[in-house]
């Protein structure tokens, strides 16, 4: 069982960087990939990036190209989300998840067997 603790949101201003954080406990991350979703109210949630188990291979989704990045320290048992340039459109609930196929490329809920409860992030104009 992993155990995710997401923390590092906030209301920022446009334009504005956050660090979101994932803190693991339970097991180690080194065999999971790790991902970020994002729920804004009155939407789906959604895929926002996703890292391999060694840190090897990013991705991310268009709408945050080039803003977000995405890393993981597997000795502190942590991954990242640092949000540079941050709009409105990207006020959401930020959730991490952790999936056991580590290596893999997956990108759907479904695929994540581990998720934290959240954080918001909102972003004023």
């Known amino acids: 069982q992993v155990q995710l603790v997401e923390s590092g949101g906030g209301l920022v201003q446009a334009g504005d960087s956050l660090r979101l954080s994932c803190a693991a406990s339970?097991?180690?991350?080194?065999?999971?990939?790790m991902g970020w979703f994002r729920q804004a109210p009155g939407k789906e949630r959604e895929f926002v990036s996703r890292?391999?188990?060694?840190?090897?291979?990013?991705y991310y989704t268009d709408s945050v190209k080039g803003r977000f990045t995405i890393s993981r320290d597997n000795a502190k048992n942590t991954a990242y989300l640092q949000m540079n340039s941050l709009k409105p459109e990207d006020t959401a609930v930020y959730y991490c998840?952790?999936?056991?196929?580590?290596?893999?490329?997956?990108?759907?809920?479904?695929?994540?067997?581990?998720w934290g409860q959240g954080t918001q992030v909102t972003v004023s104009s």
């Open positions: 998840a952790a999936d056991p196929r580590g290596g893999t490329t997956r990108f759907k809920e479904d695929d994540y067997s581990y």
């Open positions: 339970g097991r180690t991350l080194s065999s999971y990939a």
């Open positions: 890292i391999s188990n060694l840190g090897r291979n990013t």
